[in-house]
């Protein structure tokens, strides 16, 4: 790592020197064993020569090209290959796993155990570093550098690929004369013809990825592990383009590691998955993690039975039985996506079917779509993205509002599942559809995750993870939630950052068209409803981050923390992400709301319809691409000459929302039009009324209860949150007040955003018969709960400080790493 990026205490450091070589698909092959709680089997990786070393190897022939050097594009590194310390349970297609050993005659490089892992920071390469060829060359080996944390590697070889039966058809090419030579080079060359092949050979690549990674092993790699990284060599190996493109890395997981959860669903069944942790997936196999570094995948993944695998695949896997009560599930994707975007979920979990619920298409649709005898060409151009089978090329998927979808969750859970989230996924895909078009991924599976989940939502490609949160109370928080993990599938997958600190492009995005697509989800509203609903949303982000920037980190408001110097790497391709470990940083929202409001302002400034046609128009310019902020603003600034003539720049833009913490200034002038909009207006009536039903009732008499009957209005799910809000502005609220509030609006049964207020309400009254809806929702509503424990303890309470340390004693070993942290340093 260059010195220049050792890692600060809270960024996260990407380690891996893409710029030297590029994974471009991963096979995984793993066994999944609750009993030790680990995660076990092997990995082979393709690799392509990157952009810095296109150059000519050590036999003078040129390097293989990478096809995504100059494409700022979205792939995904993945993963594992079966484990050789259990080749009893690969699956018999897999007939070169007992090869998968040592070379002949290249000696061991573990240890005693057979281990190296991260956690021992071994500081030599390898017990054979000393013999590599340095001496007789002159020059140091070149060191394959991967993302890695939290694993044990085992054990890493080249893996023979030229041993392939059939493989000759990507030999013809090679010009080979002294084979002891460069067989090497064979092996490569073979690597490279097959990353290559063209998109529409995609199935033919990926059964040509398959047989490759079972081919054998011919030779032991020295490698060396490191708290965040694998190194690997090939002695007397100097260049990239020489070093073997295609290695297989036998490892396992530890129990502990940070990128998964081993933990129990809601029905006390045990459950494995990826829970989006700050360090990504580099505690679940090695990889390359910087955003460039865009790969395909295809995993097989083996439990036991009653297990169901769900994972990151474009298809809907059916398990293989295989002996020993052992189910196989094998999932693959063909459009390039970053390490960080897999994802992986075991648990017992149950199908959710609606027998009487059938999803049609809709009958009308607000925009004219190219009809399927359309010349496509023109479509075709379009996409700047390197070569994959993208929908947006294929005129038989433009017209499908409605992708297939299934919808999992522990077995509790399931009717709830059936009457409140399966009837939402098709009005919220339609009217995503209806707003951006084409959809990216071609189907879609939605997982209800266990309780101890840091989050409400997180999508991956094909997949959504979804706290049980979202299910109680109603539609709204459940649809809004789905619409904007759905809009991710546009703008975080399809399209992300080329630099992770931007995540507003992703967040700020999601939370604009969430709203978008939940006004068309729900149709037949006037508009004048939508402009109700969408201006008291923006009054509560407001409030939300206004109290975000009063108490918060400077630093870590702003949305372009590396201002001029975003998007660039090292010379090696390796970098840090600024604040990524910062524990705090996970449950902030800033990026989420400024980004919104920024798109919000620009949206007002062209007009909506415009503004959502440009968005359109960038989704197909830009899908399957990674961007920077400078991408999307340029391209709108020339597509709207509204946007222009108001005097916007790029680098205004920059100044007053990107660039600077705080609240940005154009924001200060539209508070007070959003505060007079009727649906607030309604709610500031009903806490006036509130106000004074407490004041007579804290002057009257325990024996004059009966007071004059005040009728409340019933109100939206959103106007109830404001009413707390504004309600605990108040400096006293008396019981029989909280009582009576409770009770008039059923609180107990709303939707976790308005029984997260109501449990603010009561720790900060002391009202006591609500402690049991506190305990409740810090251990049914981890995802948003975190910081009533802080509530909890700032009123130096005896009784709230017991509630609090029992809630945390109870939730803590299951708990996410960040959530720990942080409520461990609120409580001790």
Known sequence: ?????????????????????????????????????????????????????????????????????????MRASEHCHIPVTNVSACSSEMEYNGFAVSGEGEEDTSDESGNHSNSEQASGISSSEDCCDRENHGNEDFVLVLDCCDLSVLKVEE?????????????????????????????NHIVHELVALPAKRWEEQLCCFTHCSQ???????????????????????????????????????????????????????????????????????????????????????????????????????????????ILSWYYYVS??????????????????????????????????????????????????????????????????????????SPCCLVQLCEERLLPLIPQCLSAAFSTLGTHPFSRLDVLIVPSNFSSLGMASPHIIFLSQSV????????????????????FGLAIGARDWTEEWISEGFATFL???????????????????????????????????????????????????????????????????????????????LKGYFLLRSLARTAGEASFLLSLRKFVHKFHGQLVLSQDFLCMLLEDIPKQKKSGLTVESIFRNWLDTSGIPKPLLEEVETWKECQLVRQVRG????????????????????????VIFQKLLPDQLVLLLESLLEEKTLCPRTLQRLERTYQLREQDAEVRHRWCELVIKHKYMPGYGDVERFLREDQAMGVYLYGELMVNEDAKQQELARKCFASAQEHMDASSAKVVTEMLF
């Open 335 to 408: 459009m390039p996506m970053p390490a960080s975007t897999f994802t992986i979920a075991v648990g017992c979990w149950q199908e959710v079917k609606q027998q009487s619920f059938t999803a049609a298409l809709p009958t009308k649709t607000e925009f004219s779509l190219p009809s399927v005898q359309a010349d496509f060409s023109w479509h075709e151009a379009m996409c700047g993205h390197v070569g994959y089978p993208c929908r947006f090329q294929n005129p038989a998927v433009s017209w499908q509002a409605v992708i297939p979808h299934r919808v999992f």
């Open 686 to 709: 009903e806490v006036t009324k509130w106000i004074q039903t407490n004041q007579r009732v804290r002057k009257s008499s325990k024996k004059k209860r009966k007071q004059d009957e």
């Open 514 to 592: 969430e709203d978008v697509f939940w006004v068309r989800a729900q149709q037949q509203l006037s508009h004048e409803e939508v402009k109700g609903q969408q201006q008291l949303k923006a009054l509560l982000r407001w409030r939300r981050l206004r109290d975000e920037v009063q108490n918060s980190e400077e630093e870590l408001q702003v949305l372009r923390p590396n201002k001029e110097s975003t998007g660039e790497l090292s010379e090696s391709g390796a970098s840090v992400v600024k604040y990524g470990l910062k524990a705090e940083k996970i449950f902030m929202q800033v990026h989420y």
């Open 1 to 73: 790592m260059d010195p220049q990026l050792d890692p600060m205490k809270d960024d996260l450091p990407l380690m891996a020197n893409t710029s030297y070589m590029l994974v471009k698909h991963y096979v995984l092959d793993l066994d999944v064993d609750f009993k030790s709680k680990v995660i076990e089997g092997s990995i082979v990786l393709f690799f392509e020569t990157g952009s810095q070393h296109r150059k000519t190897s050590s036999t003078g022939s040129e390097c293989c090209q990478s096809e995504f050097d100059q494409s700022h594009k």
């Open 215 to 325: 081919a054998p092993g011919c030779g032991e790699l020295p490698f060396a592990t490191g708290p965040w990284s694998l190194e690997i060599r090939k002695p007397g190996i100097g260049t990239p383009a020489d070093f073997p493109h295609a290695i297989r890395i036998w490892y396992k997981t530890n129990p502990g590691g940070r990128s998964v959860a081993w933990t129990t669903d809601q029905s006390g069944r045990p459950c494995v998955y990826t829970m989006g942790s700050p360090i990504n997936n580099r505690a679940l196999f090695p990889c390359q993690e910087p955003p460039v570094a865009l790969s395909t995948w295809q995993a097989s993944v083996r439990a036991a039975g009653g297990f169901v695998v769900l994972m990151s695949g474009e298809n809907s896997a059916e398990p293989v039985q295989l002996p020993e009560d």
């Open 159 to 187: 893996v023979d690929v030229a041993a392939v039966s059939g493989i000759e058809q990507f030999t013809r090419p090679a010009k080979l004369t002294d084979v002891s030579k460069e067989l090497g080079n064979l092996r």
């Open 471 to 490: 299910l109680p109370g109603g539609n709204h928080l459940c649809g809004t939630r789905l619409c904007h993990e759905i809009a991710h599938a546009w």
